[in-house]
């Protein structure tokens, strides 16, 4: 989900091309893969010898976990957990930089002229004291919640599963998803991908945000419709955006969503993007291959029910 480790555009990373993937998932036992790696089911029809498939990454939207299942039974493994804090720290940045228009002011002190432009540009909002809605309260959003707690923030959240426990140990409410953005002044996404999350933010749903609310998304970009959130931005229903995933990534630097000066964008899943995080990242996809191949469990199986396919057995 949220902040995932992904390709980087520019020249330096890439997904490879698709021959490359044939050729892999023709002749090895094993491969880690990332976020930008689509691995669909014709890709994994060409598994003659694949036994895993690793990773980099907490979402595995990615991957055809049913194709991968289906064929012989090829584990999915993929890296949890470990970025849960720097995707929190992110979330907890991004409603600052909005609520202080820090990204505008920079903006403005670089242009120059910015004391001519004083007065109401650079009024933003309080965080104190503020009411911060989480829409999905897995484990970045319980991270979140902590943090927020902090800035002795109001914390209300909807998940598809309750959590009463974690309810009681952070003081927070649970609310109906259509509560939760009422009342909120800052909503945040970080809710799991999944056909039923698509769009769940949409026209409808963005119209019940308050006027001077925020809205910001760190788990995937079709949670929210783009097209409904330019709209909302347009016409005001919404005080502004931060995001950290988009629909279509790498987002074009012509789009519609880079024209507002209330709007924060990052390059794509820079959520875990932390030295710490990468690398425990990369120890458990490489300790999730190895653990299969010497007939060991992994760390984090996104595919359990493929233990009764294919009984773990020592392939190295």
Not at 220 to 243: Q, S
Not at 252 to 271: A, C, Q, R, W, Y
């Amino acid at each position: 989900m949220e902040g995932d480790g992904g390709p980087m555009w520019g020249g330096r990373q890439a997904s490879p091309p698709r021959e490359v993937w044939i050729d892999v998932f023709k002749n090895c036992t094993g491969a880690i893969v990332t976020l930008g790696d689509i691995i669909d089911r014709s890709l994994i029809n060409e598994a003659d010898k694949l036994f895993i498939i690793s990773t980099y990454s907490v979402g595995v939207d990615h991957i055809d976990v049913k194709a991968a299942t289906e064929k012989g039974g090829i584990y999915v493994t993929h890296t949890p957990e470990v970025l849960v804090e720097a995707v929190a720290d992110l979330a907890m940045g991004l409603l600052i930089a909005l609520a202080r228009k820090i990204v505008l002011g920079d903006k403005l002190i670089r242009e120059g002229g910015i004391y001519d432009k004083w007065g109401g540009w650079l009024l933003g909002s309080e965080v104190h004291g503020a009411t911060l809605g989480i829409i999905g309260l897995g484990n970045i959003g319980t991270a979140l919640a902590r943090r927020a707690k902090a800035f002795d923030m109001k914390v209300i959240y909807w998940s598809r599963t309750r959590k009463p426990h974690i309810e009681f140990a952070l003081g927070i409410e649970y609310r109906p998803l259509e509560s939760v953005l009422t009342e909120s002044d800052f909503v945040v996404i970080t809710v799991a991908a999944t056909p039923e999350t698509r769009h769940l933010i949409n026209e409808e749903r963005l119209r019940l945000m308050k006027k001077t609310a925020y809205l910001i998304n760190v788990a995937r970009g079709d949670i929210v419709d783009t097209n409904a959130l330019v709209k909302a931005l347009k016409e005001g229903w919404i005080a502004g955006a931060a995001l950290d995933v988009y629909e279509e990534e790498p987002l074009p630097s012509t789009h519609e969503l880079t024209k507002f000066d209330n709007v924060v964008l990052t390059p794509p899943h820079i959520g875990s993007a932390t030295y710490e995080t990468r690398e425990r990242m990369a120890e458990v996809a490489v300790r999730n291959l190895i653990n299969v191949l010497m007939g060991k469990r992994p760390l984090y199986l996104a595919n359990p029910e493929v233990l009764s396919i294919r009984p773990l057995q020592a392939l190295i």
